[in-house]
């Protein structure tokens, strides 16, 4: 969920179509993308749905700009609020150390929901190694029209990655820095009946994920099983929020197929 301009995601998927790479080497944009479909989609701990949900992307990169993509992703979160994000991506490796890095923007938008878009940017770093640590960091680049989604809101997601009989395995912690609001101040909060730590600082919860690669003809097929922990103290009311939405321990699984 974030808010930076659907134009310049637009832009950069028109940019790395048409290129300006020799006609000879016209056959280095590439596409490519996955589609899956899942018993829910859990985003950051928060339950969006609470439905099967159908999701996958579509990325567009080219050999001229290496390292470069665009990405569309999709996701019917619910009836009546589609979700569409617009990722522009740069990632890269420093062979010598072993390490990966990654940088890009985020556009989330949602259909009949508009108030909830937002933009984030983001820095991520991982080393390869048998069991690899990587660490991920969003910030929020505007204010969404909800009080729940803030310029200037950080978000950790932060663990380690490996594979063990076939099976890739990982385990992300994750931790948010909300941005001063006057919205989300305690005054705020009680007049509009809420609890007045339902925006705490906090590590907000675990996440645990299995999966395996399963290769059919040219396609790749990922049966997957995720589950998530909140690790926040409860608020007054005895629920536990991330950003601003009540969270509870989730399961669910799902089979993505890449192609």
Known sequence: MKKYSIALACAAIIA?????????????????????VFSNYVWRGIDTNGNAAVQGDIVLSTDALEGLSATA??????????????ILDYSNSIE???LAYSAGVIYYTFLHAGDANIGEAYFGL??????????TIYYGLADSALPNFDQGDWWFD????????????SV???????????TRSPSALTAAGMPTDMF????????????????????TV????????????????????????TVEPEVFAGVNIAF
Do not use: C, R
């Open 16 to 36: 790395l179509a048409t290129t300006s790479a020799p006609a000879a080497k016209a056959d280095t944009v590439n596409i490519g993308g996955d589609i899956g």
């Open 73 to 86: 992703w999709f996701s019917n979160a619910g009836a009546s609020t589609q979700e569409w994000d617009f």
């Open 96 to 98: 010598d150390m072993n």
């Open 126 to 135: 991982s080393y390869d190694a048998p069991i690899s640590p990587f660490v």
């Open 158 to 169: 932060f663990g380690a990655s490996g594979s063990y009989g076939g099976y890739d395995l």
């Open 172 to 182: 992300t912690g994750s931790a948010v820095l909300y941005a001063s609001d006057m």
């Open 200 to 219: 705490d600082n906090a590590f907000t919860h675990v996440t645990l994920s299995a999966s395996k690669d399963i290769t059919v003809g040219d396609l």
């Open 222 to 245: 990922t049966p997957s099983l995720t589950g998530t922990i909140p690790l926040m103290s409860k608020a007054a009311d005895g629920s536990q929020y991330i950003y601003g939405f």
